[in-house]
T-cell receptor, first 114, second 114 residues
């Protein structure tokens, strides 16, 4: 039923180390993927995205990797900083349906320990 | 520029009461989305509008839920009658139709039904 899955509800990482957040999807029609970051009492904010024509997209400390055959994507944060502590949502859409609906995962709470 | 504005930020009500959540999208955005966040299901799409017209309301859980968008700058999500299982954070988001993926979220309305 859940088309986008984030199987790790939480992750703790030491400051300066790499954080790796994982996401799996089931719908082969998905071709555009996004990561959102959410702080307490705030709405989610867009972080980074990737199209299925790529297998990697990098923006500063954040890199998203896409493995289409495995229907898996991951977000790498290097180096991790205490300010990165937040809930991270993976989202997916199908541009063939107009990309209007984003399907979100349940989120992973990242804690970066100083 | 003002972001997506939601009200109220917090609502506590008793079972059976009517609840109305409000949203003002970003000016110029012509797609508006209502999401509900729960621990079990993450961010679920309830309904979305393009140019004030409801496009997909398949996520609306029951007839107790209804949404309207009378004009481009205002939308409401109504629950009548409310039940304890409706307790969640409700997010409104907007973007330009056709803009791949990225949604701009409001800060959310936390609803508690006793």
């Amino acid at each position: 039923d859940q088309q986008v899955k984030q199987n790790s509800p939480s992750l703790s990482v030491q400051e300066g180390r790499i954080s790796i957040l994982n996401c799996d999807y089931t719908n082969s029609m998905f071709d555009y993927f996004l990561w959102y970051k959410k702080y307490p009492a705030e709405g989610p904010t867009f972080l980074i995205s990737i199209s299925s024509i790529k297998d990697k997209n990098e923006d500063g400390r954040f890199t998203v990797f896409l493995n289409k055959s495995a229907k898996h994507l991951s977000l790498h944060i290097v180096p991790s900083q205490p300010g990165d502590s937040a809930v991270y949502f993976c989202a997916a859409s199908s541009t063939q349906t107009g990309a209007n609906n984003l399907f979100f995962g349940t989120g992973t709470r990242l804690t970066v320990i100083p | 520029d003002a972001g997506v504005i939601q009200s109220p930020r917090h609502e506590v009500t008793e079972m059976g009461q009517e609840v109305t959540l409000r949203c003002k999208p970003i000016s110029g955005h012509n797609s508006l989305f209502w999401y509900r966040q729960t621990m079990m299901r993450g961010l679920e799409l309830l309904i979305y509008f393009n140019n004030n017209v409801p496009i997909d309301d398949s996520g609306m859980p029951e007839d107790r839920f209804s949404a309207k968008m009378p004009n481009a700058s205002f939308s409401t999500l109504k629950i009548q009658p409310s039940e304890p299982r409706d307790s969640a954070v409700y997010f409104c988001a907007s973007r330009n139709t056709g803009a791949y993926g990225e949604l701009f979220f409001g800060e959310g309305s936390r609803l508690t039904v006793l």
